[in-house]
């Protein structure tokens, strides 16, 4: 069963009611622009934001002439969808769970964005609200990089906040992520005359036992404990059922501690599979959590007020990384559960939806 796409998203609707909304609008990566139109529509309904496109990123921004601008940020694309969306609501009250795909990652969080950007005319800081696209594939795409690239002005703030889900708690910088390509050759020949070829897949084995092998670190940054990861994520190779292939290709991803740099973990991949032909085809910089910035602290003592939450390390990669590249302190906390990121069973609790608005909405009017 497909949802259909509501004709508007109603800003003003309980918060679950909008959260499915947004949530039952398909938008894996690529297909991101009948839900950015929704968004763009229904926040230029509001006259207290000045409303800006690019491609199918939207930003929304109050000009009160406050002392300071804070940016709130969230992607409106997920992974694919596998038979869950629409969404369901289970139980009743604030014990509820909402089901589907992007309940998660980040669809929650966009509801509560889109709603606070609506209610909140008078906030005690500027903010740029911000939507935007291509979050889950290459970093290369990211609409958020994009806007970095085009309209650094759009972004111009003091503190951001990326509404990544955080369970409640409130997660400090990000891990860094790398991929790359192990490249393996060998000689095409029948399969009934294995002995004239020489097997690219079988040559592939060394490459896996190593990875099997490794041990990753846990790496202190700041307070904050990052656990890194290297594993095999892609396969591929051969061209037919009856011929030993000449080519295959390991696809490894590495998510390593924001102390690292990419030229580091580029360096780490390759000591690891000497005597390869590694190709690194994407990588992004992890950040460090930044929670001793006055800005970040103030944030933290508002929020867990809320929340009641900890401080922890994000161990996946996030925008943070980006606006700490711009010299912007940049925190992660939103609803939902990250270890559900990108499941089949992906789910959120109600309860967790409200919450996460309650505190950002305290940090935004006192």
Known sequence: MT????????????????????????????????????????????????????????????????????????????????????????????????????????????AVQLALAAELTDPVHDVTWVFYDHEEVAADLNGLGRVVREHPEWLAC???????????????????????????????????????????????????????????????????????????????????????????????NYRFAPSKDV????????????GYDVVVTDAAPGARPGLDHPAAAAFADVVLAVTGGVPAAKLGWTDVARFTALGVPAVNFGPGDPLLAHKDDERCPVEQIRTSHAALRAWLTT
């Not at 969404?87 to 309940?103: F, H, N, P, Q, S």
């Open 263 to 274: 030229e580091q973990a580029t360096r780490h991949v390759r000591d690891l599979l000497d």
């Open 3 to 110: 949802a259909t796409p509501p004709a508007a998203l109603d800003l003003r609707a309980d918060l679950v009611t909008l959260t499915r909304a947004v949530c039952d609008v398909p938008s894996e990566s690529g297909d991101e622009t009948v839900l950015a139109d929704l968004v763009e529509a229904a926040l230029r309904a509001y006259p207290h934001l000045e409303v800006l496109r690019d491609g199918d990123t939207v930003v929304a921004r109050t000009h009160l002439g406050r002392p300071s601008r804070v940016c709130v940020a969230g992607h409106l694309d997920t992974v694919p969808i596998v038979d869950n969306v629409p969404t369901r609501l289970e139980g009743d009250g604030d014990d509820a769970v909402l089901w589907g795909r992007g309940t998660v990652d980040m669809k929650a969080g966009v």
């Open 158 to 252: 003091d503190f951001a906040v990326l509404c990544e889900p955080t369970d409640g708690g409130l997660e400090g910088g990000c891990n860094g992520t790398l991929r790359a390509e192990v490249r393996l050759t060998g000689v095409a020949a029948h399969s009934a005359r294995a002995w004239m070829g020489r097997n690219a897949i079988h040559a592939a084995g060394e490459v896996l036992r190593r990875l099997e092998a490794y041990e990753p670190a846990h790496v202190e940054v700041d307070g904050l404990t990052y656990r890194e990861s290297l594993n095999a994520v892609l396969v591929s190779g051969g061209t037919a059922a009856n011929v030993i292939p000449d080519a295959c290709v390991v696809t490894v």
